[in-house]
């Protein structure tokens, strides 16, 4: 059993929270069973009380053409992916050019830009619980039902990188701040978007501590110096509040809180009853 010490200040894309141990998982046993599976963190904001963590080793960074198929391993990067793509010729990765992420991850929150997310070429994943076909999967925006390791995805194979789309994600990501954060913060509602409603509350460049809903963009929570998980938390509750004051419209997080207190069921941030 391999153990990694990981400063989550210096691991995250939020560049904030302590130092934690993590279990780096070499294959599926049952003495994981209650641990909290990791990708990179660009979509985790860290606590003070993780659940147990564990996370992938480095095994499952692969990526291979076989059977006819494109089938990467879980801990694989993006970049990685986007590269393969790019010297292979193969299609429809291009957004993950410009979004960070390893293959768990992105499968989990089933990661994309606009109309392109990562479920739509995959045909099935190879998990600790067996092997899933996409039809057995229940997902949508921003969402899975997996809660299990993803250890490998297949995906169709097509030829035909295309550099335009490249370019496009990367003019979408210009009026992104570049500070560090884990994206979006809230999932855009049904026919409206987050951004527009936390502007329209008042928070957008509103500061608490060292976090602000940014300038730039309203919907990015970020971490502009020494943030700290209680002005994050703060700032998330802070809007939730004011958006379903006006708009009774409660905003449900697009990022992962990783604190016992903010997890399950009875999360404060899950709806207004709870909260
Ligand atoms: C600047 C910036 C821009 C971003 N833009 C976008 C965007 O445009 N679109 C978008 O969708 N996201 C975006 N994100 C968020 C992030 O890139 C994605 O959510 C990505 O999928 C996170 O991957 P990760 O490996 O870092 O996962 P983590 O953040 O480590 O984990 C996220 C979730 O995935 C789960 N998970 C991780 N690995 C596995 C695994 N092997 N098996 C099962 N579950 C696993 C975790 O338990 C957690 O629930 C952005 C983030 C940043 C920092």
């Not at 701040?177 to 509350?201: M, Q, W």
């Not at 608490?208 to 943030?227: D, P």
Request: one cysteine or more.
């Amino acid at each position: 059993m391999k153990t990694k010490n990981i400063n989550f200040s210096k691991f995250s894309s939020f560049k904030m929270g302590g130092s934690f141990d993590v279990e780096i998982i070499e294959s599926c046993l049952p003495l994981y069973a209650n641990h909290y599976i990791i990708g990179s963190c660009n979509n985790i904001l860290a606590g003070t009380e993780p659940p147990p963590l564990m996370m992938l080793s480095k095994k499952y960074d692969y990526i291979k053409i076989e059977n006819g198929l494109l089938k990467i391993g879980g801990a694989t990067p993006s970049g990685k992916i986007a590269s393969f793509c790019k010297k292979h010729d193969i299609a429809n990765f291009e957004f993950l050019s410009h979004l960070p992420g390893k293959l768990g991850g992105l499968v989990k929150m089933n990661a994309g830009l606009k109309e392109y997310e990562i479920f739509n070429n995959l045909i099935s994943i190879c998990t600790c619980q067996g092997n899933l076909k996409k039809e057995e999967i229940d997902f949508g925006y921003r969402f899975t039902n997996i809660n299990t390791p993803i250890l490998e995805a297949s995906f169709t194979l097509t030829y035909g990188f295309n550099n335009d789309r490249v370019t496009l994600f990367k003019k979408m990501r210009s009026n992104q701040p570049s500070t560090p954060s884990a994206g979006s913060c809230f999932k855009n509602p049904k026919s409206d978007y987050a951004g527009r409603l936390i502007e329209a509350v008042g928070l957008k460049g509103f500061r608490v501590g060292g976090m602000e809903f940014s300038r730039e963009h309203a919907n990015f929570l970020v971490n502009i110096n020494n943030g700290t998980f209680d002005d994050a938390i703060f700032l998330i509750q802070e809007a939730q509040k004011r958006v379903f004051g006006e708009f009774t419209i409660w905003l449900e997080c697009e990022i992962v809180v990783l604190d016992k207190k903010f997890m399950g069921k009875d999360s404060p941030l899950l709806n207004p009853n709870t909260n």
